[in-house]
């Protein structure tokens, strides 16, 4: 399968060939690289349904025009935590690698770049 945003990888199904979902020392589960991700490589896309409120889950994207949307995680990226120093950042819904990230290695990004996870708060 080849890895691009032009060809999204969403299904769970799908990134389970390149990531894992497990414990994490940052909080509760996060999400880590079985394969090594160079920097700007295209790791998956954030999918779910629209979203009205803000949860853990919500990914709040900007669309090219500047409006905003909504989209409760459904798949396995739903699960990333955040860090100061991420190491992905998300192009709308499309992930990428910040830096080289290596197997083992939790993926995170920052929830207050601008875009992304928010918490109610």
Same mark, same amino acid.
């Given at each position: 399968m080849e890895m691009n945003a032009e060809n999204p990888v969403f299904l769970t199904r799908d990134l389970i060939q390149f990531?894992?979902?497990?414990?994490?020392?940052i909080h509760g589960l996060g999400? =880590? #690289?079985?394969?090594? =991700? &160079? /920097?700007?490589?295209?790791?998956? /896309? +954030?999918?779910?349904? &629209? #979203?009205?409120?803000?949860?853990? +889950?919500?990914? @709040?994207?900007?669309n090219e025009d500047g409006t905003l949307f909504l989209i409760?995680?459904? @798949?396995?990226?739903?699960?990333? @935590?955040?860090?100061? /120093?991420? @190491? #992905?950042v998300f192009d709308g819904i499309h992930l990428f690698a910040r830096t080289l990230i290596r197997p083992g290695e939790e993926i995170t990004f920052d929830y207050s770049d601008g875009e992304g996870i928010r918490f109610p708060g």
């Amino acid at each position: 399968m080849e890895m691009n945003a032009e060809n999204p990888v969403f299904l769970t199904r799908d990134l389970i060939q390149f990531l894992d979902v497990k414990e994490s020392v940052i909080h509760g589960l996060g999400v =880590f #690289a079985k394969c090594d =991700f &160079r /920097t700007e490589d295209y790791i998956g /896309t +954030y999918w779910g349904s &629209r #979203a009205v409120e803000i949860t853990p +889950y919500t990914l @709040n994207v900007q669309n090219e025009d500047g409006t905003l949307f909504l989209i409760e995680g459904r @798949n396995l990226l739903r699960y990333i @935590n955040h860090s100061d /120093t991420p @190491n #992905a950042v998300f192009d709308g819904i499309h992930l990428f690698a910040r830096t080289l990230i290596r197997p083992g290695e939790e993926i995170t990004f920052d929830y207050s770049d601008g875009e992304g996870i928010r918490f109610p708060g």
